[in-house]
């Protein structure tokens, strides 16, 4: 009990940061997010598509194809390191958490809230490909989770602690 007492802060905190950073994309500006609002209406309003992409792998080769550029980089890092604490943060701030299913079946019900959030403010996009990225980032940050604990838990186990 006294452990998550020091975990919920921290995973409250890094829920913040997913939905100012990554769902609303909040840089500082006010008037930054209503032009972007404005331009993703502008471009459905002449039809050249939706704020969503469903075809799984359809941005990632762009990315892929365009890793020289500092962009694709960034957005492929980011993609993956921005939901790894999600699941290095979840099982010990939420004990039912600590089974690989929960921390995947909360960690994919966030990824897909952010996605629907951003399709629907226009905020951003829907986009299955981060999802590809998102989730085993999340997954992969259980499994740290997971390393972590019987490493720590081992040595405490052997110091007699």
């Known amino acids: ?8 802060p921290l995973l ?6 997913l939905f100012a950073a990554v769902a609303v994309k909040f840089d500082g500006s006010l008037a930054g997010l209503a032009a972007r609002r404005a331009r ?6 002449h039809g050249w598509g939706g704020n969503w992409n469903l075809i799984p792998f359809a941005s990632l080769r762009v990315q892929l194809a365009q890793l020289p550029q500092a962009w694709a980089w960034q957005n492929l890092l980011a993609n993956v ?7 290095l943060l979840l099982p010990p701030a939420v004990p039912r958490c600590r089974s690989l299913r929960w921390t995947a079946a909360v960690s994919l019900a966030v990824i897909l809230s952010i996605e629907v959030f951003q399709l629907l403010t226009r905020l951003g996009s829907f986009d299955v490909d981060d999802l590809l990225l998102n989730f085993p980032a999340a997954l992969l940050g259980w ?9 720590i838990g081992r040595a405490h186990r052997s110091s007699g602690g």
Not at 143 to 151: A, F, K, Q, V
């Open 143 to 151: 499994g740290l989770w997971r390393l972590l604990e019987r490493t």
């Open 81 to 87: 390191l921005a939901f790894l604490p999600l699941g």
């Open 12 to 17: 409250a905190a890094y829920a913040l940061f």
């Open 1 to 8: 009990m006294k452990e998550r007492k020091l975990w919920r």
């Open 40 to 45: 993703w209406a502008d471009w459905i309003a």
